[in-house]
């Protein structure tokens, strides 16, 4: 295992946009699916948005169309820029890597200690 770092989180209005950075190590930047989770009190972890080593992109239902996912191979991070964020989007954002193509967190065995996205007017 090793250890990803996020970055970017904070309070936004409804209609706002925030934009969260996971540093990978170079180890396995290249080489695993980066993954955006979230988790609110009383939820389980959920997918949001996850990247493949060639850059493709997949999305869940109520992030598609808002939130957009890439990556910096110079930097050797993961973005995911919010927009339109709502109030639901409230949660603690993890970005987590693994070996498959998935949306079930248990499969990302690198996690990040999280980040906190408040949506509140």
């Known amino acids: 295992q090793v250890r990803l770092v996020e970055s970017g989180g904070g309070l936004v209005q409804p209609g706002g946009s925030l934009r969260l950075s996971c540093s990978v190590p170079e180890s396995i930047f290249s080489r695993d699916f980066i993954g955006w989770f979230r988790q609110s009190p009383g939820k389980q972890r959920e997918g949001v948005a996850r990247?493949?080593?060639?850059?493709?992109?997949r999305y869940s239902d109520s992030a598609e169309g808002r939130f957009t996912i890439s990556k910096n191979v110079v930097e050797r991070t993961v973005t995911l820029q919010m927009d339109y964020l709502k109030l639901d989007d409230t949660a603690v954002y993890y970005c987590?890597?693994?070996?498959?193509?998935?949306?079930?967190?248990?499969?990302?065995?690198?996690w990040g200690q999280g980040t906190q996205v408040t949506v509140s007017s």
């Open positions: 987590a890597a693994g070996r498959f193509d998935s949306d079930n967190p248990a499969v990302f065995n690198s």
């Open positions: 990247i493949t080593p060639n850059g493709l992109t």
